[in-house]
């Protein structure tokens, strides 16, 4: 029988971790995003990455990543590991020829987001940073009131994000590798601020200083769990933010608001609706998220990996914030 030859306007998947957050938030999404096919995943347990791969579906499944990023078959490297893999994984993804789409927080440091950008750029490959939130309709419509100046010129931001240290805001894991920060880079605020730094930087461009502080002050694991920082965006626009993962349940707080000259939007980013108020409108837009919340992010990797379309978010994009992390948490300023 001839070889079957590979169709080229499909992108093959590999996935490299299938931990909960895969479950619906993303590795659905590459079976039901055009032009996109999940060909294998990869769990060290080869037990649960055999029951991943039935579950939904997935032809492959590997227990060694290096077994993965070698099968031939596969396109492109969906790295959904702890964060302290990620620069690994993507260089021998990237020396192998694949494209990569690695979770967010992009690494561990600024100085392994270097590396990173130097061997995409040596193995002239190309690379996605899962900042989803930039493809969501609800912040793309946040973008356009703000660039249709609804509010009128920007002048302030305020963000409290306050949660108990069980915050249900982050996907279970058997092991809370979220709060080690040799795996994790930092603690919770490494984990949920890049949905936050990085919206605000697509929209108002990138930080022109910027300093914080952090905390241990429940003293109940090894990472920070308070963080306050400012940061000075062009246009005079100042940014102030509060995390707090230490708070009693009757504390809780998500809100992020943009204060302009003539009004302000309100918004939670990790909720689902804009509160526009200004002297003439007091008005609530509800936004209905995707079932899989990272299909519009794929989709759009999808089409870059295809060469129809730029790159959603570069390595270059996801250093700005996590420079400002680094700042924030060890008053560590790298760029």
Known sequence: MPEQKKDPSIITWGMIGCGNVTEIKSGPAFQKADHSRLLAVMRRDAAKAAD??????????YSDAIELINDEEIDAVYIA????FHEAYTIAALQKGKYVYVEKPVTLNVYSCKRMITAVKEYNGKLTVAHYRRA???F????????QQLIGKVKTIRLNLFQPDETTLVANSEVN????????GGGLFYDLAPHQLDILIYIFGKAINYYGVSAHQSKKYPAEDAVVGVIHFPADIIFTGNWNFSVPDLLKEDTC????EKGYLQFSFFGNEIRLVTDQV????????????????????????????ENPCSLEAALDSLDIMQAFVYGDRVK
Request: aromatic share 10%.
């Open 52 to 61: 991943y791969a039935a579950r939904h579906h997935v032809p492959k499944y």
């Open 81 to 84: 590991t702890p964060p302290k």
């Open 136 to 138: 969501l309709p609800m």
């Open 140 to 147: 793309l419509q946040i973008k356009k009131m703000i660039d």
């Open 177 to 184: 590798w979220r709060v080690i920060p040799e795996t994790a």
């Open 257 to 260: 608001q943009i204060v302009g």
């Open 282 to 309: 007091n008005e609530v837009q509800h936004f209905q998220h995707p079932q899989h919340i990272q299909q519009p992010m794929i989709q759009k990797v999808v089409n870059y990996f295809l060469g129809t379309e």
